[in-house]
């Protein structure tokens, strides 16, 4: 149970967001900010972290669920004011490809205490999200997962990647490329203003993009380390395209010497042009007394190998499952999409929670998309294809091959061809990539 509608003997749940220190809700929010912390074993927070948490949570807009025990605790444990459960959802655009950009559900910061785990209190709370944000017309839900295990059954698939790469920038690093721009250091702090606004060029023309919530400013930054305090050792470059405007940045910091090789760590590499990327790396690769630069959150289709010389300057390691998707409304999703080849495919999406449950004619035909439902009477059309709503969210952003998934046996192909024919349908103008963890 985990529904607010709902009345439980056990637990009953709130809804709320967060609030200034002023308001009497105050302490509802801070107390979920603990669980949630709890949760994922991070140390107490400080007052001070936590209103500077709770004041990026009311910039984002942030709707937070508390599930809560209804009998008195015994003597010295936790007060029952702190959630055993929390479930937080955003709103935000995700770039579908093409330009297009589509209202989706974010969930995030969920947690369930150990001692309540496996008594179906995720299923309860991801069931009614998903439920309401059917409700308020969101077509899509995503989110980032801790383990790869927990939402497959709740119709989440994996739809981006990324990885772990490291730098070879020792003599062998020469990119083949003549700059158009230019780099220059800046103060961290300047990326308050700027990293938001650059971000913006960068999701409007990334599919897989995902607007970011307001902390990315305040850690890439350096303004406020995870636990609040100012982080001294970030360090910032500016790129300016050939118009003089900043059209990227990375802010990095310096590993320490006792790292060897010595070693540049990116914790942030956003660039609005292939040239400011490339330009980015160039003075990445240009920083003295450093012989090796390291990117945790990378993309899987990057650029930089191809422009380097020697392309094995670069090793990456981690690969791993970025965004998964959950289609809620699969005439609206498909819709919302533009497509990388004309064609006509009849899907079978079979859900195990009903939303997207049904057989769907997806046309493209010059740009112009139409899919209606193939049930029964003269529209009764047979499936091309047949999959779960998993597969479809992994499908979704042209990052999955659709005929990967049918060797896998996870997509049923009924007419011959059409695996490869949705690749060529779902396929976006550039690599699908998610910049944003939440
Ligand atoms: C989007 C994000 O925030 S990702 C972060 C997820 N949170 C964490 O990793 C924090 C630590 N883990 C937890 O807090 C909890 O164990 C949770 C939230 C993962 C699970 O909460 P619970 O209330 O125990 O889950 P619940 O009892 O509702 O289980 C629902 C189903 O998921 C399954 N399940 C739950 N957790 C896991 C898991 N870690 N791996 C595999 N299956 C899982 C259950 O077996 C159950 O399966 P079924 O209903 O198909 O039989």
């Known amino acids: 149970m985990a529904d607010p509608k709902e009345t439980n003997e056990k637990y009953n749940v709130k809804r709320f967001r967060s609030v200034e220190k002023e308001n009497p809700d105050y302490g509802q929010a801070r107390d979920w900010l603990q669980a949630v912390g709890f949760?994922?074993?991070?140390?107490?927070?400080s007052d001070e972290l936590i209103d500077k948490i709770l004041a990026m949570y009311q910039a984002d807009n942030r709707e937070l669920t508390g599930v809560y025990v209804n009998e008195e605790p015994p003597l010295h444990a936790l007060n029952p004011g702190f959630p055993v459960a929390t479930f937080g959802t955003l709103e935000n655009n995700l770039n579908v490809g093409f330009g297009q950009e589509l209202r989706t559900r974010q969930i995030t910061a969920v947690t369930v205490r150990g001692t309540h785990r496996r008594h179906g209190i995720l299923r309860g709370m991801m069931t009614?999200?998903?439920t309401d944000a059917k409700d308020d017309g969101f077509a899509m839900a995503a989110l980032t997962a801790?383990?790869?295990?927990?939402?497959?059954?709740?119709?989440?698939?994996v739809a981006t990647f990324e990885r772990s790469i490291k730098v070879d920038t020792g003599p062998k690093f020469r990119i083949r490329h003549e700059p158009v721009g230019r780099v220059e250091i800046a103060d961290p702090r300047v990326l308050l203003e700027l990293a938001p606004e650059v971000f913006e060029r960068v999701h409007h023309r990334t599919p897989g993009s995902i607007v970011r919530q307001d902390s990315y400013r305040h850690h890439v930054s350096g303004a406020m380390k995870r636990d609040g305090s100012e982080d001294k050792a970030i360090k910032c470059?500016?790129?300016y395209g050939p118009d003089g405007a900043v059209d990227g940045?990375?802010?990095?910091?310096?590993?320490?010497?006792?790292?060897?090789?010595y070693t540049v760590e990116i914790v942030d590499l956003v660039a609005a042009t292939d040239s400011a990327y490339l330009e980015l790396w160039q003075f990445l690769g240009s920083i003295d007394l450093v012989d090796r630069v390291?990117?945790?959150?990378?993309?899987?289709?990057?650029?930089?190998?191809?422009?380097?010389e020697d392309g094995r300057c670069v090793t990456s390691s981690d690969y791993r499952d970025m965004l998964w998707l959950r289609v809620l409304d699969v005439p609206a999703a498909l819709s919302a999409r533009r497509y990388g080849a004309d064609g006509r495919l009849v899907l079978e999406v079979r859900?195990?929670?009903?939303?997207?449950?049904?057989?769907?004619?997806?046309?493209?035909?010059?740009?112009v998309v139409t899919v209606s439902e193939a049930g029964g009477g003269s529209q009764d059309l047979s499936p091309d294809l047949s999959m779960d709503v998993t597969d479809l969210g992994s499908v979704y952003l042209g990052a999955v091959n659709p005929v990967t998934l049918a060797s896998a046996g996870r997509i049923r192909e009924h007419t011959p061809g059409a695996a490869l024919a949705a690749q060529h349908m779902f396929a976006v103008e550039r690599p699908a990539h998610c910049l944003t963890h939440f």
């Open 146 to 157: 801790s383990e790869a295990s927990i939402y497959g059954r709740f119709g989440f698939g």
């Open 249 to 261: 940045y990375v802010s990095y910091k310096f590993a320490g010497w006792d790292t060897k090789p």
């Open 39 to 45: 949760g994922f074993h991070d140390e107490q927070r």
């Open 128 to 130: 009614a999200d998903l």
């Open 351 to 367: 859900d195990a929670l009903g939303f997207a449950d049904g057989t769907w004619e997806l046309t493209s035909d010059g740009g």
């Open 237 to 239: 470059a500016l790129h």
């Open 294 to 308: 390291s990117w945790p959150e990378a993309p899987v289709e990057d650029p930089l190998a191809w422009a380097l």
